[in-house]
């Protein structure tokens, strides 16, 4: 039977980041190129059904069992549909209403790969210049990466522990998704929790900002949904 395309991409994470190494950057290109195959359909999502009632499909991995696609177009909060994590690497979808953002936040030591799927969002990317923590929270001078919108279709993003924009923002302007490969995946326990940013622009020196880190944004509503894709087969022999 023939992998899905969500099968092939979880066969080359684990490729990737099973190693004690960090990977090369070769290796991140290889693997940004199973994320520029995926769809919005390849991971149980419908992005053009507008009409409130689920299409359903059958999973190859699973004839037995009619799925419900999810409607892309009826989201109306910001909804992560989480795929697979392990302690190397996490796989998931943000679905965005128009509208909806996620504001500034980092990924600490982290390598982050991420495609649109479907429709528009506005980036806002920084790394840090210099940075400090002054009363237990971290502030400092940050340039700017990335400032704009990216449009559906558009070939998968990826930033670094220090480079390629390392703290960022989303901004929905119509209904869309987002695609996210994460390693390692955010953890409290192991000194990678997520932290959230505001900005302060610097009249006199255009592309900078000052970041200070702030609490969780009250008005941030992050709700869940069953992932309906195609079966992962975690047990493939990749030797």
């Not at 697979?84 to 600490?108: E, N, R, T, W």
């Not at 002054?134 to 502030?139: E, L, P, Y």
């Not at 400092?140 to 522990?161: H, Q």
């Not at 869309?176 to 302060?200: H, K, Q």
Request: include cysteine.
């Amino acid at each position: 039977m023939e992998r899905s395309k969500i099968q092939c991409l979880y066969d080359a994470c684990t490729r990737v980041f099973s190693d004690r190494e960090p990977p090369t950057f070769q290796k991140i290109q290889w693997l940004r190129n199973f994320l520029d195959r995926i769809e919005a359909i390849d991971v149980g999502i419908d992005e053009f059904n507008s009409e409130g009632s689920p299409r359903s499909w059958i999973d190859p991995s699973s004839p037995n069992a009619r799925k419900e696609l999810i409607c892309g177009l009826t989201v109306t909060e910001i909804t992560y549909i989480h795929i697979y994590q392990s302690d190397d690497f996490s796989i998931g979808v943000f679905c965005f209403p128009a509208g909806g953002k996620l504001p500034l936040h980092d990924h600490p030591g982290m390598t982050v790969l991420s495609k649109v799927l479907y429709g528009s969002v506005h980036v806002k990317s920084y790394d840090w210049v210099k940075a400090r923590t002054a009363s237990s929270r971290m502030v400092g001078l940050a340039s700017t990466v990335t400032d704009g919108v990216i449009k559906a279709p558009r070939e998968a993003s990826v930033l670094f522990p220090k480079s390629g924009g390392n703290i960022h923002s989303f901004t929905a302007l119509t209904p869309c998704a987002i695609l996210d490969v994460l390693s390692p995946p955010y953890s409290d326990e192991f000194g990678r929790p997520s932290t959230y940013f505001s900005e302060i622009p610097i009249p006199s020196l255009p592309g900078y900002v000052i970041l200070k880190e702030i609490d969780l944004p009250n008005d941030l509503v992050v709700t869940g949904a069953q992932y309906v894709g195609p079966q992962l087969d975690t047990g493939v022999d990749l030797s």
